[in-house]
């Protein structure tokens, strides 16, 4: 961090690891933006969702802020709900404004800490003529922790030799959002979702890879859907099933989910196996089914290192282009109405 007349932009997380770190993407860019410091208050206790710590998931990007020490530096402390709870005027001042405006309204904070699950950059990009991919970004804040990167080496190492696989194949599966219903707070995913939505794209891509040994690595967001999967790659003979490292399979289908911290851990681990794959694949039909899978295929560098294969609603596509998440927020805005523009009293109070 270097000093500034700017106001110090200081990203919080709001929600799970993936919509974190496309919201942490997303400070990094508006602080560009500003020609502002930028800091990174990220610890255990931040969010029920994700209660690990940035720097228990990634290295130190030498942006990492303890929370103590910003209340030091921070005399006036404005804070900036981007979430989707987010209201219209702060919405409205990120989709509309220029660069001299927001920083005006900046101009009382000395420090901006932004709450967001969003990948508000997205809407800045676009008046700003940005045109670095979020990999650009990602690069620098998200290089996985060293206990991370060699739990990922070992893996990759063993299912070289322990499954003789040349090609891996990463798929990732967001089932909740193929429900069958609701029961006790918790989502009831379809039955055979890999069987129906991802198994004819990774059975075609499999036969085109003449002369490789294909490995399947499937993270998915139940057992049910993990088993599934497991049960028809150990039905074919032209790929085999790869382990997870991670010891305890996720059911991710609560509304409102909390993760402790290993949970955090294993899912970031699984991420950075999807990223280093040799080839990956999501769904997207309008936009990602999960801010997990934007990550992960964003991550992969698709237009020079990765295969990255698109599932949509009857075809699956390869794409060679960068590839970014999807804005997911459902608040509206409307740069016509002048009276939006203003930033309203409540969009950036003072703590």
């Known amino acids: 961090m270097t000093e500034s007349t700017a106001p110090l932009i200081v990203f919080s997380p709001d929600s799970g690891l993936g919509n974190n770190m496309i919201a942490l993407v997303s400070s990094k860019f508006l602080a560009g933006i500003l020609q ?158 890999f069987k129906k939505y991802f198994w004819p794209c990774v059975h075609s891509i499999s036969l085109d890879l003449e002369g490789e040994s294909v490995g399947i690595f499937v993270a998915a967001d139940t057992a049910k859907v993990r088993n599934e999967a497991t049960e028809m790659i150990r039905s074919s003979k032209y790929v085999v099933m790869l382990p997870s490292p991670i010891s305890v399979i996720p059911n991710d289908t609560a509304i409102g989910p909390m993760r402790n911290k290993q949970e955090v851990l294993d899912a970031a681990t699984e991420l950075f196996l999807l990223q280093t794959s040799d080839s990956i694949v999501v769904k997207r039909v309008g936009r990602f089914d999960s801010t997990f899978s934007a990550v992960a295929v964003a991550l992969s560098l698709c237009e020079s290192r990765g295969a990255c294969y698109i599932v949509g609603e009857h075809n699956c596509e390869r794409t060679t282009e960068p590839v970014s998440p999807d804005l997911h927020h459902t608040v509206e805005s409307n740069c016509d109405e002048p009276n939006l523009v203003d930033v309203d009293r409540d969009c950036l109070p003072k703590t």
Request: some cysteine; overall charge negative; aromatic content about 12%.
């Open 36 to 193: 502002s410091p930028f800091a990174i208050v990220w610890e255990r206790d931040s969010t029920l969702s994700c209660q690990a710590a940035y720097t228990d998931i990634f290295t130190d990007s030498g942006h990492n802020l303890p929370e103590l020490r910003m209340r030091e530096i921070c005399p006036r402390l404005c804070d900036l709900d981007l979430t989707h709870f987010g209201s219209k005027e702060c919405w409205n001042m990120i989709n509309c404004n220029s660069e001299d405006r927001l920083a005006d309204n900046f101009k009382d904070c000395s420090c901006v800490r932004i709450r967001s699950n969003q990948y508000f950059l997205e809407p800045l990009a676009r008046r700003f003529a940005e045109t670095k991919p979020f990999s650009f970004y990602a690069g620098e804040l998200f290089q996985p922790a060293a206990s991370l990167a060699e739990q990922v080496m070992r893996t990759r190492e063993s299912w070289k030799y322990e499954y003789n696989v040349s090609h891996v194949i990463g798929v990732h599966v967001r089932s909740a959002f193929y429900t069958a219903g609701i029961s006790d707070g918790h989502l009831i995913p379809q039955d055979d979702v």
